[in-house]
């Protein structure tokens, strides 16, 4: 591949001069400038533009930090998120961490090195002792979660009002005691939803029992152990609102494997709104997220913010909507 060099010599100019052409610099001559782009076309020169971006001080490129991608509801807000920083003429860089820190080191140098201008951090990929770090310096942009503490732009849905109505979709079927299999670890969404689940039942004057609330991996194991724990303790559950999609669908073989200690007249919502829910037999009922624009808005407000165009940090909610299937 030819370089600016020889691009200069063979265009008998300076190397400053191929330069200024690149960049349409008004300086450099009519005639001059025909001739460097008739020799540029002629050896097929392909500028760097990773080099040249950094002696701006400029990548145009984002990071998208995810905790894994072994969930769809990670996939298609990455999809979301690839189409948004293509319409905005910006790279991006998806990565996982998938629980290592080294990994999450890696695209957090990519910041200190102007390898990349800013940073969207999905669901629980990055704690609130980093982000405190981070938050002088680097750009950046929560996505799914907002973490407490944190004044920075976070993009999710409107998690307690989309488990009021989960509750008030199981209570107007006649279910009485629900149980709410929550994420495993503690989150903005987590509080948000159980706040919902309150609300909802104070609403309907049943006491709310902090036993019916338990946290579970997406992983089947974890959520047959964590079902028939409850139900082992002598409650009569009717009905589960799952944290996920994957938590619902473990639910339901182990229901059919009869791993799980209950029977197919179980109430069943789950959050998120995959294709996970629309395979299982029976479908299941979801809380579905806009997870596509949850990923395209994130990118468009961390773009705002390299381009100096937003304002004070803000919450983003996008509108989330129940589907109800066979659960």
Known sequence: ???????????????????????????????????????????????????????????????????????????????????????????????????????????????????AEGIIFVSSSANKALLEQLQPNYPFVLCTESCPGIDATCVAIDNRQASYEAVRELLQRGHKRIVYIAGSKES??????????????????????????????????????VVNQIHSNGYEIDAIIAHSDLQASYILRGIKEETIHLNETVGLISFD???VAEITNPTISTIVQPLYDLGYRAV?????????????????ILPHRMVVRET
Do not use: C
């Open 273 to 275: 709104g995959t294709f």
């Open 188 to 225: 903005s969404s987590v509080t948000a939803r159980l706040e919902g689940y309150k609300e909802a039942l104070k609403e309907a004057g049943i006491a709310y029992n902090p036993d019916l609330i338990r946290p579970a991996k997406n992983v089947y194991q974890d959520v047959v152990e």
């Open 1 to 115: 591949m030819s370089s600016i060099k020889e691009v200069a010599k063979q265009a008998n100019v300076s190397v400053a001069t191929v330069s200024r052409v690149l960049n349409n610099d008004p300086v450099v001559k009519a005639e001059t400038k025909t001739k460097v782009l008739r020799v540029i076309e002629e050896m097929n020169y392909k500028p760097n533009m990773l080099a040249k971006n950094l002696r701006k001080q400029a990548s145009k490129t984002i990071v998208m930090v995810l905790p894994s991608m072994s969930n769809p509801y990670f996939s298609e807000i990455a999809r979301g998120a690839h189409a948004a920083a293509y319409d905005s003429s910006y790279h991006i860089i998806i990565g996982t961490i998938e629980s290592k820190q080294w990994v999450l080191d890696t695209y957090i140098n990519l910041l200190k090195t102007n390898l």
């Open 300 to 316: 468009q407000q961390l773009v705002s913010q390299l381009l100096n165009e937003a304002g004070a940090p803000q919450l983003v």
